[in-house]
Nanobody
């Protein structure tokens, strides 16, 4: 089992910045990938960014590339999502997730067995 606890989020004006944090505990040695997903009302959950837990290679979705960045600190078992240049369309509940199966597609929600509690990010225009 892997437990994920998120922090950060909140209300920000367009153009502003926020940072989300997610700290993992439990069987973290089983984690291959950590990711951030988001879900806006009436929409499907979509990947925002992911990072390979061991190697550190990262991926950001086209919709956030150049504005958001994902990073991890293995010493503290924490993954971060730095969000700059926020837009109203970034408004959503953001979830961190941990993938422990190395064979499934790391870009889809079903590949992730463990989820954080969710953090509301609201961007006002």
């Amino acid at each position: 089992q892997v437990q994920l606890v998120e922090s950060g989020g909140g209300l920000v004006q367009a153009g502003g910045s926020l940072r989300l944090s997610c700290t993992a505990s439990g069987r973290t040695f089983e984690v291959y990938t950590m990711a951030w997903f988001r879900q806006a009302p009436g929409k499907e959950r979509e990947i925002v960014a992911r990072v390979a837990w061991s190697a550190g290679m990262s991926y950001e979705a086209d919709s956030v590339k150049g504005r958001f960045s994902i990073s991890r600190d293995r010493a503290s078992n924490t993954v971060y999502l730095q969000m700059n240049g926020l837009k109203p369309e970034d408004t959503a509940v953001y979830y961190c997730a941990a993938r422990t199966n190395r064979y499934n597609d790391p870009l889809v929600p079903t590949a992730y067995a463990y989820w954080g509690q969710g953090s509301q990010v609201t961007v006002s225009s």
